[in-house]
């Protein structure tokens, strides 16, 4: 009798710590799907509060559609797919839809990710706000001017800074050094 009690115990013990985590993890999916559900309304917002007043229709004649999927729709190229990973000449990457610059190739780095990683930005070209795509937050960047999605930024990169700006390729363009930066378009 007394072994039968010590063994509900035991299961007792070990089921309440499985329950918690469940409802945790139902509490964390619930949030998770939320988020998701508000996040096609926060890149209206986006695009509406963005320096370049082009409609949807717009910028899809403008990029090609995996550009636009990434920036206007908060996508994700393929890890490996863009050139630009591999890209190491010295010059500037610029954003994709508007042509702000975004990046100097001196902190451009080979993460091992999959994508163009970056250390640092140039001054004024990104702002964050946090993601729960994937249920824990991560933190979002995206081009200041026309509020295009860029990347995710991460705490694990070299130093000085510490930081890894994860770019989706198809977000950006490369100009070499020597050659004339486009316009910005308006």
Known sequence: MQGAHLKDNLICTRLIPKDRMKRRLLMLGATGLLANAWLPAYAREKREASLINKTEAEWKKL?????????????????????????????????????????????????????????????????????????????EYHCTRCGGHQGHVFEDGPKPTGLRYCNNGVALRFIAKGEGLPELRT
Do not use: Q
């Not at 636009?68 to 500037?92: I, K, Q, W």
């Open 63 to 139: 990029l090609p559609t995996d550009s636009y999927r990434v920036l206007f729709d908060d996508g994700t190229e393929p890890a490996g797919s863009s050139a630009l990973n591999r890209e190491m000449r010295t010059g500037t990457f610029i954003c994709a839809a508007c042509h702000l610059p975004l990046f100097d190739s001196a902190t451009k780095y080979e993460s091992g990710t999959g994508w163009p990683s970056f250390f640092d930005h140039l001054p004024g070209a990104l702002a964050t706000r946090r993601d729960f795509k994937l249920i824990w937050p991560r933190t």
